[in-house]
Structure formats: structure tokens, C-alpha cells
Nanobody, 126 residues
Framework: QVQLVESGGGLVQPGGSLRLSCAVS????????IGWFCRAPGKGREGVSF????????YYADSLKGRFTISRDNAKNTVYLQMSAMKPEDTAVYYC???????????????????WGQGTQVTVSS
């Protein structure tokens, strides 16, 4: 049974940092592309950051470059999203998603991912 479980969300002050984790089970992580998406209040789901299966190439939404870092530990079956210099507009529910080898289409398109976690809430507020 494929399962993705996000953790690490919470309340953080502007300028602070959080590290989200996506623990996967039921499949071999190294064969899957992983994406992080977020859904802010009143908005649709948006792509945040992505990591490929083959060579670990990483991709980021333009607005997040330099603040967020995605990484994977295949031995631990876990993908991480390190978020720094956080802003109130980063407030959202964050989801991780997986698709074997690569997404069906663009890395940034949610429809290309077959498996999803339940999400973890991130709130940036003073």
C-alpha cells in the first residue's frame, strides 16, 4: 500500500525556518519523482519544489528560489523541504506527491502525480 505522510508543519514567525518531511512507504523512493505543493487559503494548489528520481535534479517555483531546499534520503524513504526566511504568504497546507520515474507532464503540474499525502499545515505569523 502506497503511503505518503507529511510532518513538520506548525507555527513559525516571519523570517523563521521549518523543515517538512515526507515519509513514504509501499514503494522504493529512488524510483519516484517527488513534488511538494501547497494550498493557501482561498487559492488553488500550487507547485513548490520537486526532485527527480534519476539524478536528484531539483526544481523550484521562481518565487521560492533561494529560500526553500528540497532533498531526499532514499535510505530513510524520506523527502525533506527546508524552508527558511519564511513569509506570511508561505502560510498554506503543504502536500507531498509522488509519481514513478517522473511526473506525467510538467514537474509543476499536480495532475502528473499519482500519489498524495494528507498535508501538513504551515502558518507564518507573528
Amino acid at each position: 500500500q502506497v503511503q505518503l505522510v507529511e510532518s513538520g508543519g506548525g507555527l513559525v514567525q516571519p523570517g523563521g525556518s521549518l523543515r517538512l518531511s515526507c515519509a513514504v512507504s509501499g514503494f522504493t523512493l529512488e524510483y519516484y519523482a517527488i513534488g511538494w505543493f501547497c494550498r493557501a487559503p482561498g487559492k488553488g494548489r500550487e507547485g513548490v519544489s520537486f526532485i527527480s528520481s534519476a539524478d536528484g535534479s531539483t526544481y523550484y517555483a521562481d518565487s521560492l528560489k533561494g529560500r526553500f531546499t528540497i532533498s531526499r534520503d532514499n535510505a530513510k524513504n524520506t523527502v525533506y523541504l527546508q524552508m527558511s526566511a519564511m513569509k506570511p504568504e508561505d502560510t498554506a497546507v503543504y502536500y507531498c506527491a509522488a509519481n514513478q520515474w517522473s511526473p506525467a507532464g510538467s514537474y509543476y503540474a499536480a495532475v502528473g502525480y499519482a500519489f498524495w499525502g494528507q498535508g501538513t499545515q504551515v502558518t507564518v505569523s507573528s
